[in-house]
């Protein structure tokens, strides 16, 4: 996903060309779709073409991170520099991620390898977001409204447990119930009844 996000974020502005307005015809003539919007025939040869050909690319491009990033802690485990070529071998153990986003280095070799003037690579791209936006979509509206109800269900049963758990005869729970309770009143009152000095102030200004 971080390689598409990197591709809108290259070209502001994609356009859909079908395969006959591709062959000889201006990107002017080619339909620019709405929010991304394009209808996408999984079965076509030239998307899953450019989909196989962007797998590829970045499963090369992660397996070479991962084979630097080995070398460089083994090496470091030895205390010895890192070899700035490794082998080509398969990396033990996949190098733990936290969370999903790219370092500057990591986009800038990403930008290497996949040339954001690429039209089809940009069309790829452009057809895949759409299919996953579409999925996104269905999977949202797809929940019913039994699934709603029993979700809630749960909510509550967690509440009602939760209220079970707090002990009624403590005195120190009285004595914050009261101050929350006197709080709101006072708030309450302030929001009904405006200061005396802003009802005297208004009075000024009337005459």
Do not use: W
Request: some cysteine; hydrophobic content about 25%.
């Amino acid at each position: 996903m971080a390689l598409l996000a990197m591709q809108t974020r290259k070209s502001t502005t994609v356009y859909a060309c079908s395969p006959e307005q591709k062959a000889g015809v201006e990107k002017s003539h080619c339909t620019n779709q709405p929010n991304g919007a394009v209808d996408i025939d999984l079965d076509d040869p030239e998307v899953q073409g450019a989909a196989t050909k962007i797998q590829a690319a970045f499963r090369g491009h992660k397996t070479r991170k991962e084979t630097k990033q080995t070398a460089e802690s083994s090496a470091r485990d030895a205390g010895k520099p890192a070899d700035p070529h490794p082998p080509h071998s398969q990396p033990s153990a996949p190098p733990s991620r936290t969370h999903n986003t790219l370092t500057d280095q990591e986009l800038a070799e990403l930008e290497q390898e996949f040339s954001p003037d690429d039209p089809d690579l940009n069309l790829a791209a452009t057809r895949i977001q759409a299919n996953f936006r579409g999925h996104m979509a269905r999977k949202q509206q797809g929940k019913s409204d039994d699934e709603l109800s029993k979700e809630l269900e749960k909510l509550d049963a967690k509440d009602a447990e939760e209220e079970l758990d707090i002990d009624l005869t403590d005195p120190d729970l009285h004595k914050a119930a009261t101050k929350i309770q006197a709080s709101f009143r006072g708030h309450k009152v302030r929001k009904e009844d405006p200061k005396p000095q802003e009802k005297e102030g208004e009075g000024e200004d009337g005459q």
